[in-house]
DNA sequence: GGGAGCTTGTGATATGTTTCACGTGGCTAG
DNA sequence: CTAGCCACGTGAAACATATCACAAGCTCCC
């Protein structure tokens, strides 16, 4: 009670809280008790009021004058994310991609698991990776029901990602991870990420040239500033 | 000449472009030779306005009343992301994810190409993927400068990959995709973006437990929205 | 017990991005 | 040639997010 948690979170906000999350992680490992916003910023690569008002959206964590205890904002944060609920996930195509995605120990490491893989290639169904089971696409619905799965990993190709998603939603699945490089449609109810290795090397590509040519070629206007701009560029300290 | 090119892109403009790109790319192959911001918005998960604004930022390049020529629109994004100048791409770590990249074939079909791999593992130097051979750590500096690679992708251990990352820079690499789920430290005249599967997932986790919960059991307000809230979140039409 | 010094939590402010709404130019048909 | 419609391009408004700056609360020390 009391507290002051305002509106909404900003989408940003959360992912910054995995960051934070990762650091005091590291921090309580290394036997860290207590840490000021301003160094859990500089950690992070943030703002050190940018950390207090990403934890303001969801209370107060901190003590005026000292900082934060370590291990009581982990857990807070924690709880926050969701982790440690141990959502068990699910993994459809199991190729290049998908392999490494299961052999992938930054999941169980945060608490999440695949407990389950699907690929429509029948020479990949039966294989064993990582003590999870490849099995064939017509179990998906039944075998997500049954284990009540609400995540999945989408590691197929383009143009099967829609179909694939689509049976994941009717199968009960309520979040998506995409890694297919394709817009999905899902219902509202559905949330959906994706990580597109496209958007990012194509990103880094505009601001490669963008320094390069004077900052248009497209216009010759002044070009306004030399922008370092980066979204998740941090410069070294 | 004439235009309005403003002032910069947000970098969500950036990433929009290119979904814009490959949209574009795909209504070609299927002999589609004109498109509407409407329409080209339904099928990138956008709206009409977006699509507008973000071309607005690099010039004019429809035709009123009619719509956009899918294949000039085309050749200028492709311009204005710097797709086609066929950067070279090294690649540090040739674990499993490494590997799963060397096979990716978005790269080559964008016009990216991995062209050398290092890894620090003598058991992986001198493996042959894909047509790139395993180089180890020692020849990354001199191969990087003979090559002129401006861009990498660092799919290392979090523990190796600061280091990594210096080394590359040093090589002089202007760019760098990160996939390490650790914040790298970069000095403001080199781009970096990062592909952190642990984020996405934790925010996916967020998301689900939010729709569950109330909205909240960090503090008791009245829950103001039961929004949807997405940022890659598309409703199905 | 009181004052100095520190760091949080948070209104207010500044900045940035998206959406709205409409003027402009362009096409088609009669 | 003119009327009518269409879809782009864009100033201005709305909205969202980040930053600033300071009051509140804590600790320590005298």
Redesign the pocket.
């Known amino acids: 009670m009391s ?2 948690p ?1 509106g ?1 979170a ?4 959360i992912r910054r809280l995995s960051m934070y999350y990762r650091t005091l992680a590291a921090l309580q490992e290394q036997g860290v008790e207590s ?6 910023s500089t950690l992070t690569g ?5 950390v ?5 959206y969801f ?10 205890e370590v291990q009581s904002l982990l857990a807070h944060v924690q709880q926050i994310l969701g982790i440690g609920e141990g959502w068990p996930m699910a993994l459809v195509g199991v190729g290049n991609l998908g392999s490494a995605l299961l052999a992938y120990d930054g999941f169980p490491r945060q608490g999440f698991r695949i407990v389950e893989a699907f690929d429509s290639d029948p020479r990949r169904v039966g294989a064993v990776i990582r003590d999870v089971i490849v099995k064939p696409m017509d179990q998906v619905k039944d075998t997500i029901q049954e284990r009540q799965i609400f995540m999945a990993l989408v590691a197929v190709p383009a143009r099967a990602a829609q179909a694939v998603t689509e049976q994941l939603i009717e199968a009960g699945v309520r979040c998506l991870l995409n890694f297919a490089p394709v817009t999905l449609r899902v219902p509202s109810h559905v949330y959906l990420a994706s990580v597109d290795l496209s958007i990012e090397v194509e990103y880094l590509s505009y601001l490669l040239r963008e320094s390069v040519t004077g900052s248009a070629d497209f216009a010759n206007d002044a070009a306004p500033n030399g922008s370092p701009s980066g979204v998740q560029t941090v410069a070294s300290g």
């Not at 900003?10 to 906000?13: D, I, L, N, R, V």
């Not at 840490?35 to 859990?40: C, V, Y």
């Not at 943030?46 to 940018?50: E, K, Y």
Request: aromatic content about 6%.
């Open positions: 507290g002051t305002r909404k900003p989408q940003m906000a840490i000021s916003s301003e160094h859990l943030s703002t050190a009021a940018q207090r008002r990403d934890l303001a209370g107060s964590f901190g003590r005026r004058g000292v900082g934060y």
